[in-house]
């Protein structure tokens, strides 16, 4: 696992649109009542969009031929971990996740979306959602990345 100087995780989120970019991709993690963007950590020889695409495969089960590249932020958005979930035996710390956010349009049909090929896959069930409903939904020390990824990126979807 990859930690920066400060404590933060590098990370990718991935905000997947439907063609009409009415609607996004949100998730459910496997066993939980929890809802989230796909996201992930980023390897050590491995640049952002590596990662993105890595971790799209991985969780939603879709290669580069289904999706869009539509943008990305243009810096780490961070978010830090409630103490209680700070793991301090685990060197070093990690503090909290920096993250390069993209958005991505769903090219192919829903029916390329597999949450099972990963063997131990981090979703369990999905469903399309109004573009600024994961801004509330998701666990509240990720808010305000959420709302910063969706602000920033949401002008793409007028020239898509």
Known sequence: VVIDADGYRPNVGIILTNAE???????????????????????????????????????????????????????????????????????PVCIGQKQIWFLLELAAGEGSIDLNLSPKPEFDGWQWVDYWLPMDEVVFFKRSVYRNALTELQPYLKHA
């Open 21 to 91: 970019h009415s609607k996004v991709l949100w998730a459910r993690r496997c066993g939980q009542d929890a809802w989230q963007f796909p996201q992930g950590g980023i390897q050590k020889d491995e640049s952002p969009t590596e990662a993105m695409y890595r971790e799209l495969k991985e969780e939603v089960g879709l290669s580069p031929e289904h999706v869009t590249l539509i943008g990305k932020t243009q810096r780490w958005l961070r978010y830090r971990l409630p103490k209680r979930m700070v793991r301090h035996g685990s060197q």
